[in-house]
């Protein structure tokens, strides 16, 4: 399994960014995904899930309304539109394969850096 974001940087405030994560190594299609985040030393925070075949998405309260997580099963890529972002948003941010909500992940990728900070 290998899971490859990119798209992170520097954003103003209230400005956009939009992660990918690449995937490959299993069958994409047949997984729910999920962003966490991660500010140090803070542990891992869950941010959002899609379902296997993008029709159903849960967010975490802190990006309701302004991020948007999708996937294109035929790129095997997982994405998170990130609008009206805030200095809180800035962490790094993981891809994970499948559901998960606490404790270790079993698979995910390497992280993409996001700063909001004008």
């Known amino acids: 399994v290998q899971l490859v974001e990119s798209g992170g940087g520097l954003a103003q405030p209230g400005g956009s960014l939009r992660l990918s994560c690449a995937a490959s190594g299993f069958t994409f299609s047949s997984y729910p995904m999920t962003w966490a985040r991660q500010v140090p030393p803070k542990g891992l925070e869950w941010v959002s899930e899609?379902?296997?075949?993008?029709?159903?998405?849960y967010y975490a309260d802190s990006v309701k309304g302004r991020f948007t997580i999708s996937r294109d099963n035929d790129k095997n890529t997982l994405y998170l539109q990130m609008n009206s972002l805030k200095p809180e948003d800035t962490a790094v941010y993981y891809c994970?394969?499948?559901?998960?909500?606490?404790?270790?992940?079993?698979?995910w990728g390497q992280g993409a850096q996001v700063t909001v900070s004008s």
């Open positions: 994970i394969m499948g559901h998960w909500r606490s404790g270790p992940p079993n698979y």
């Open positions: 899609i379902d296997s075949r993008g029709g159903v998405t």
